[in-house]
């Protein structure tokens, strides 16, 4: 695996975000009258693939668009990217999408609809062989969770290092932590599982503007940059997919990486196109540690 441009796989969902902001979130019930609107490409999978290519890391992407325009529109934004879409299925259909609402303090709500990304429901032998090259193999669950538990029995028996971001959180099957390499997490979902993450051997758990921790062979925490959020939707994406581009680095400099790699897609809106190129990444590292 090389250290500075591990070979990346990320299986999952791809969506076109419908974004509104707001003054502030509505409650149930509540009609609140927004100021803007904008489209982008989403997905947690797609987002945390164009995260780790730009970041600096060789990327291929498995999942499915719909035949639909944001299906083709969706697939540009990959492969602008720099992310490989050989991988990438066109179903009969909608692509996925997702409706995000932002508020003035950079807090969100979103709603997300599967549409093709239900659909992957198996792997195919060129799936298989894309994932056999891979350095790294990350996913969430937003697709279906029988086909990553398979990725991932898959990928251990080929000596792939697994790295798993179970959100949306759900109950997760041995199987699946069993064949999990890197677990990455947010306090909630840490919560959620409970003990049962406990024979995962790597586990990262972010803290959002805190930093994250981490618990393997050793334990620590780490500090993210103080910055001023303006759109905190795509911030844990860009740290799953910093942190698997600098994986290969060791845990405590990949997980400093992505801590200041989420703080950075903090400042831009967006989930996307809010995660930062690798000179962006140290630039911010930099100016921090000054």
């Not at 009258?33 to 945390?48: D, M, P, W």
């Not at 709500?109 to 062989?129: E, F, H, K, Y």
């Not at 795509?234 to 400099?253: I, T, Y």
Request: aromatic share 4%; charged share 20%; net charge negative.
């Amino acid at each position: 695996m090389s250290a500075s441009n591990p070979r990346i796989v990320v299986l999952g969902s791809i969506n076109m975000d419908l974004i509104t902001r707001t003054p502030s979130l509505p409650v149930p019930g509540e009609t609140v009258l927004g100021s803007s609107f904008t489209t982008a490409s989403g997905g947690k999978g797609g987002n945390q693939a164009i995260a780790a290519a730009k970041a600096g890391s060789t990327v291929s992407f498995i999942g499915a668009v719909g035949d639909d325009e944001f299906g083709e529109t969706l697939r540009h934004t990959l492969t602008s990217a720099g992310v490989d879409d050989s991988a990438l299925r066109t179903a009969a259909g909608p692509s996925g999408i997702a409706t995000i609402t932002v508020d003035d303090d950079a807090e969100n709500s979103i709603v997300v609809v599967p549409g093709a990304n239900g659909g992957v429901r198996r792997l195919t032998d060129d799936d298989r062989s894309t994932i056999a090259d891979a350095d790294i193999l990350l996913c969430q669950l937003e697709i279906p969770l029988d086909t990553v538990v398979a990725a991932f029995e898959y990928a251990r028996s080929r000596g792939v290092v697994t790295m798993l971001n179970p959100s949306p959180v759900q109950d997760l099957p041995d199987a699946l932590l069993a064949t999990t390499d890197v677990l990455v997490v947010n306090e909630a979902e840490e919560a959620r599982l409970d003990h049962r993450a406990d024979a995962v051997p790597h586990v990262i758990t972010t803290l959002g503007a805190r930093g994250a921790r981490y618990r393997g062979p050793e334990s620590f925490e780490v500090s993210a940059p103080r910055v001023e959020a303006v759109d905190t939707t795509g911030a844990g994406d860009a740290f799953a997919g910093a942190l698997a581009a600098s994986w290969p680095s060791g845990p405590r400099r990949a997980v400093e990486w992505a801590c200041v790699a989420g703080a950075f897609a903090a400042t831009r809106p967006g989930a996307s196109a809010s995660s930062g190129t690798r000179e962006n990444i140290d630039a911010l590292r930099d100016a921090a540690g000054s």
